[in-house]
């Protein structure tokens, strides 16, 4: 197949709570991306219920994949190729409690920011923040990376969506933090910095005990000053480590991925404290950073363009390999 700048994908991508199709072309050009939220199903239960998330991807995906169609002012005829994120088991797993990473899922939030920063400067250090992963990943070039640090324990995103359950401020948990933090003062509260000062794993279970026993021991304590003291520990680890890692490797660019990406207070101090070191700063916009297909689309258009077509047999695989480092799924890998 051969594969240039007029090549047409569809990507297709159905997360935990997400029904996502997109239409891209030559790898950058997004045509349309159309994202259909099951959140408000899923927040009457409080969190995703796999059978349910299951059935409303059924029912959602050939709208949603008409929608894109439409939007993008093509006909279904014009396209070439079709990518499916492998992480359709992802409720399942999720429901179960086991580790779930989709291959190309995970590799396509490492595309985000390149889909509008196409120019970005490489090498780049890419720190990959979700409800399942924690990553800092050496990205040398589009589709050649390493693995530099990973959660040894609890994602970030899972961290937020936990403590924003036990606070009871909200459904789903990252964004709700997010806007409790913004009244709150970060200061007022001084939670764990967990591994700050060595190497380049995370940890956050320690950090979610603490808020957890604090807020036990302290029943009158605001929630917006446990949320913003909460984020800012977080946030600071996050970023502390990431300016380490693009140091070790010179990189010269820093990029974000993920759903946690879209946190307000990692963007502002990861573009303040990466710029003032030197680094280019490259934040996806919020929209690209949680589960859309257009990366799905732009993963797979370089993909296709490297490697060539999949065979049909593809599956989701509970570990991600990225050259030579096995990224594991961790306790409650949500993909
Ligand atoms: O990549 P993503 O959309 O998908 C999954 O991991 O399934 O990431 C979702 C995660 C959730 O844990 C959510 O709470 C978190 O990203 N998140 C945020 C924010 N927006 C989403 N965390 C902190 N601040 C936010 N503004």
Redesign the pocket.
Known sequence: MHIDNSTVVLGIES??D?TAAAIVMGGNDVLSSVVSSQIDIHAKFGGVVPEVASRAHLELMQPVINEAIQLAGIGAERINAVLVGVSAG?AMAYGLDVPFIGVNHLEA?LYAALLEEPQLPFPAVVLL?????TLLIHMTAPGEYSLLGATIDD????A??KI?RFLDIGY????A??AAAQQGNPQSIEFPRAMLHDGLDFSFSGLKTSVINYVRKNPGVASHDVAASFQCAVVDVLVAKTLRAAQQVDAKSIVLG???A???L?RSEMQRVGSAAGFHVALPSKAM???NAAMIASAGWYRLRDHGPSGLDVGAIPHLSLTGSTVRGNRAG??
């Open positions: 997360s935990c997400e992802k939030h923040v979700s409800g399942g992963n994602a970030a995103g899972e937020f969506d924003a789903p948990g990252g964004p933090i997010d993920g759903g946690v879209a946190n307000s990692l950073c949680t589960d949500r993909k």
